[in-house]
């Protein structure tokens, strides 16, 4: 047989075994037996066997997971992907809806609403290049993410090739990548004989399943995929609705959730909650809420977006799972500032999908709320079905031991106190405590601060352990070997390390007070501080009255960084990050000149002289107001390698584009 009609064979064979899987897995509906669908299986894989070059990229033989990778790569999102703000009762959600209405100038009543299960797995971006998968990728951080190509194959639901020809040249599809409850039944009943451990809740082993780098594994979850949103779209439509995307999704070859409803006013809100609510159960996959979102897509970008939630969409999240335990012993640990925080540590028991152990009473008063002692029967619930919680107290032990705050660090030992009016108590010990000091340092250099990256909560304990870092100064004194020489590092590991040490010298005057941790002195207060004062030397000398005089700069704010720079320890540690070379500018000299008011900067890519929260810092202490996405309204981009579909963005709607070196030059010459 010539290669020709080989490949027509192939061809044929790989489209007539996605049309039967696309009718078993997507629409339940299988027209044929599983026999027939062997045997043209086992006749592609003959086929393919005979000359790799039949090999196509959409063919079901893609989909065993017989690839095992080395590492997962990093991948920039072209479009954000992010998370939505919760609510936890109907209350909450007419609020939402009221505010939608307010914000859109029409009445509740008139808005159309899409409503969908809210379905428990892992959120992941799939990314088709002319109809082909080309990428798979996890949510990350909402900007970065891992690649999860392959596992993302191993998902019978996803299509490796969309059906039809009416689809954009790239678009990104976003879904939930989810293990229905009669897989993870049969996975674990398997377990069980074979003597292996049991997955703990579907969730986990959908999640679990698409971090395997064995992707044969991923592949023996039987996983499913329901599709929701998409990311980016370019060279083609997507209608002006999000029941419209739904239905182009499915067209596509995507599962839809049978679920979805359009909804209008308060009450069919209620209703649909009431119904789902109690048929909860009784679902093929685990759901932990309801998503409504506002379907006009014209709407939802005039009523934008807030932080990085959507103000057009909430997730109306089902009531706190409930179970009671023994309470067996309370913990102390110590905090940053040296608050101390007890820690119920309870019999483990099974809550809303996860096993707790330990749930925080965050302070004595409220331990002193519940009147709890050990030995007494809790309750505990997870709100959100996310952060453990004890409710109350259920049953009182008879032979119930007191609760007492210890007068002494479990730490380190240094006398505990209580701050008049107050219901934390502090360690004295402060930089001397070994619990304040490491997550002192943990602060300095997460990303909301100093941003290093490579530089993790482990390697910093096990960095402090070895005594190579004692205080935030001592990062900048750490050589390669130091960190190379710990176990599971090395060379590469060291490397980045350093790379990012070294980066995070060129900050902002606001990025640097922030990370100081100046108690209730966050990354707000911090801006506001460098945008009156300009100069370091300024805030540290600043008087009490200067200080209270700031807008949203209170009492509490002021006294504390008074103290914080009374300290002669932290102005010795400050000392030894500027003589390390820790800077930032200092030359705006008119502190009531904002030559960038007004105007609104995006910043994508990467950054070589600072990262980008430091950037957009620096544009702020200048009056500019600096956004997540490229839109009308926005004045400049800066945009660095790798800014990719914001570039594109701003070029098809105009707006001015500079390099990371042009905007130094222009703030330089303000």
Same mark, same amino acid.
């Given at each position: 047989?010539?290669?020709?009609?080989?490949?027509?064979?192939?061809?044929?064979?790989?489209?007539?075994?996605?049309?039967?899987?696309?009718?078993?897995?997507?629409?339940?509906?299988?027209?044929?037996?599983?026999?027939?669908?062997?045997?043209?299986?086992?006749?592609?894989?003959?086929?393919?066997?005979?000359?790799?070059?039949?090999?196509?990229?959409?063919?079901?033989?893609?989909?065993?997971?017989?690839?095992?990778?080395?590492?997962?790569?990093?991948?920039?999102?072209?479009?954000?992907?992010?998370?939505?703000?919760?609510?936890?009762?109907?209350?909450?959600?007419?609020?939402?809806?009221?505010?939608?209405?307010?914000?859109?100038?029409?009445?509740?009543?008139?808005? *159309?609403?899409?409503?969908?299960?809210?379905?428990?797995?892992?959120?992941?971006?799939?990314?088709?290049?002319?109809?082909?998968?080309?990428?798979?990728?996890?949510?990350?951080?909402?900007?970065?993410?891992?690649?999860?190509?392959?596992?993302?194959?191993? *998902?019978?639901?996803?299509?490796?090739?969309?059906?039809?020809?009416?689809?954009?040249?790239?678009?990104?599809?976003?879904?939930?990548?989810?293990?229905?409850?009669?897989?993870?039944?049969?996975?674990?009943?398997?377990?069980?004989?074979?003597?292996?451990?049991?997955?703990?809740?579907?969730?986990?082993?959908?999640?679990?399943?698409?971090?395997?780098?064995?992707?044969?594994?991923?592949?023996?979850?039987?996983?499913?995929?329901?599709?929701?949103? &998409?990311?980016?779209?370019?060279?083609?439509? &997507?209608?002006?609705?999000?029941?419209?995307?739904?239905?182009?999704?499915?067209?596509?070859?995507?599962?839809?959730?049978?679920?979805?409803?359009?909804?209008?006013?308060?009450?069919?809100?209620?209703?649909?909650?009431?119904?789902?609510?109690?048929?909860?159960?009784?679902?093929?996959?685990?759901?932990?809420?309801?998503?409504?979102?506002?379907?006009?897509?014209?709407?939802?970008?005039?009523?934008?977006?807030?932080?990085?939630?959507?103000?057009?969409?909430?997730?109306?999240?089902?009531?706190?799972?409930?179970?009671?335990?023994?309470?067996?012993?309370?913990?102390?640990?110590?905090?940053?500032?040296?608050?101390?925080?007890?820690?119920?540590?309870?019999?483990?028991?099974?809550?809303?999908?996860?096993?707790?152990?330990?749930?925080?009473?965050?302070?004595?008063?409220?331990?002193?709320?519940?009147?709890?002692?050990?030995?007494? &029967?809790?309750?505990?619930?997870?709100?959100?079905?996310?952060?453990?919680?004890?409710?109350?107290?259920?049953?009182?032990?008879?032979?119930?031991?007191?609760?007492?705050?210890?007068?002494?660090?479990? *730490?380190?030992?240094?006398?505990?106190?209580?701050?008049?009016?107050?219901?934390?108590?502090?360690?004295?010990?402060?930089?001397?405590?070994?619990?304040?000091?490491?997550?002192?340092?943990?602060?300095?250099?997460?990303?909301?601060?100093?941003?290093?990256?490579?530089?993790?909560?482990?390697?910093?304990?096990?960095?402090?352990?070895?005594?190579?870092?004692?205080?935030?100064?001592?990062?900048?004194?750490?050589?390669?070997?130091?960190?190379?020489?710990?176990?599971?590092?090395?060379?590469?590991?060291?490397?980045?390390?350093?790379?990012?040490?070294?980066?995070?010298?060129?900050?902002?005057?606001?990025?640097?007070?922030?990370?100081?941790?100046?108690?209730?002195?966050?990354?707000?207060?911090?801006?506001?501080?460098?945008?009156?004062?300009?100069?370091?030397?300024?805030?540290?000398?600043?008087?009490?009255?200067?200080?209270?005089?700031?807008?949203?700069?209170?009492?509490?704010?002021?006294?504390?960084?008074?103290?914080?720079?009374?300290?002669?320890?932290?102005?010795?540690?400050?000392?030894?990050?500027?003589?390390?070379?820790?800077?930032?500018?200092?030359?705006?000299?008119?502190?009531?000149?904002?030559?960038?008011?007004?105007?609104?900067?995006?910043?994508?890519?990467?950054?070589?002289?600072?990262?980008?929260?430091?950037?957009?810092?620096?544009?702020?202490?200048?009056?500019?107001?600096?956004?997540?996405?490229?839109?009308?309204?926005?004045?400049?981009?800066?945009?660095?390698?790798?800014?990719?579909?914001?570039?594109?963005?701003?070029?098809?709607?105009?707006?001015?584009?500079?390099?990371?070196?042009?905007?130094?030059?222009?703030?330089?010459?303000?």
């Amino acid at each position: 047989m010539h290669f020709e009609s080989q490949l027509e064979k192939a061809k044929s064979l790989v489209a007539q075994l996605n049309h039967w899987s696309f009718q078993y897995h997507v629409k339940d509906d299988p027209v044929v037996s599983d026999a027939t669908y062997d045997e043209a299986y086992h006749e592609l894989k003959a086929l393919e066997a005979s000359d790799p070059a039949l090999v196509l990229p959409d063919s079901p033989t893609k989909r065993v997971g017989d690839v095992v990778l080395s590492a997962f790569e990093k991948t920039t999102l072209k479009v954000p992907m992010l998370s939505l703000d919760n609510t936890f009762s109907d209350d909450e959600v007419v609020e939402f809806m009221e505010r939608v209405a307010k914000g859109l100038g029409v009445d509740v009543d008139d808005v *159309v609403f899409t409503a969908e299960p809210k379905l428990d797995g892992l959120a992941v971006n799939l990314r088709y290049v002319n109809g082909l998968l080309v990428e798979g990728s996890t949510r990350g951080d909402g900007v970065v993410g891992e690649n999860i190509t392959e596992q993302c194959k191993t *998902v019978r639901s996803i299509p490796l090739r969309l059906r039809g020809n009416d689809f954009p040249a790239v678009i990104e599809v976003r879904g939930e990548v989810f293990m229905p409850v009669a897989s993870f039944a049969a996975y674990n009943e398997k377990a069980r004989e074979n003597g292996l451990k049991l997955l703990v809740n579907p969730r986990n082993g959908a999640a679990g399943a698409m971090r395997q780098l064995d992707v044969s594994k991923t592949a023996s979850r039987n996983l499913d995929f329901i599709a929701y949103n &998409i990311g980016e779209v370019s060279g083609g439509s &997507i209608g002006d609705s999000h029941h419209g995307i739904l239905e182009k999704l499915e067209s596509w070859g995507f599962k839809r959730n049978k679920d979805t409803k359009m909804i209008k006013g308060i009450d069919q809100m209620k209703a649909y909650y009431a119904d789902l609510s109690e048929r909860r159960n009784s679902l093929s996959m685990e759901i932990d809420g309801i998503v409504f979102k506002v379907d006009n897509l014209e709407d939802q970008e005039t009523l934008g977006f807030i932080s990085r939630a959507p103000r057009w969409a909430t997730a109306r999240k089902f009531p706190a799972q409930e179970k009671e335990t023994p309470l067996e012993a309370v913990e102390f640990q110590v905090g940053r500032t040296g608050a101390i925080t007890p820690v119920a540590k309870v019999t483990p028991v099974f809550v809303g999908g996860v096993t707790v152990s330990s749930v925080t009473l965050h302070n004595m008063s409220e331990v002193a709320r519940l009147n709890a002692k050990i030995g007494d &029967i809790l309750l505990v619930s997870r709100a959100g079905d996310v952060i453990p919680k004890i409710q109350s107290v259920l049953e009182h032990s008879e032979h119930g031991i007191e609760i007492v705050m210890p007068s002494n660090c479990p *730490v380190c030992g240094s006398p505990v106190v209580q701050e008049e009016g107050m219901t934390v108590h502090r360690c004295t010990g402060g930089a001397l405590c070994d619990a304040q000091a490491i997550e002192y340092i943990k602060h300095y250099s997460d990303r909301d601060h100093m941003n290093i990256d490579g530089f993790g909560d482990k390697l910093i304990e096990a960095l402090y352990e070895t005594g190579a870092i004692k205080n935030i100064a001592d990062i900048y004194d750490i050589k390669p070997e130091q960190i190379s020489s710990l176990p599971k590092q090395g060379e590469k590991s060291a490397e980045k390390a350093i790379a990012a040490i070294e980066k995070s010298k060129s900050t902002t005057l606001a990025v640097f007070l922030s990370s100081l941790g100046i108690r209730e002195v966050g990354r707000s207060a911090s801006k506001i501080l460098a945008k009156h004062f300009v100069k370091f030397d300024a805030v540290r000398n600043a008087t009490y009255e200067e200080l209270v005089a700031l807008p949203d700069f209170g009492d509490v704010m002021a006294r504390n960084t008074i103290e914080f720079f009374k300290n002669q320890t932290n102005l010795a540690v400050i000392d030894r990050l500027i003589q390390s070379g820790v800077h930032w500018d200092e030359t705006v000299k008119d502190v009531g000149a904002q030559p960038l008011a007004g105007q609104i900067w995006v910043v994508s890519g990467t950054m070589e002289k600072m990262d980008r929260n430091a950037v957009k810092a620096m544009l702020e202490s200048h009056g500019a107001k600096t956004s997540g996405s490229v839109s009308k309204k926005t004045t400049i981009l800066v945009a660095g390698p790798g800014a990719g579909s914001k570039l594109a963005n701003a070029n098809e709607l105009g707006i001015k584009v500079i390099t990371e070196a042009e905007m130094f030059e222009m703030i330089e010459s303000f």
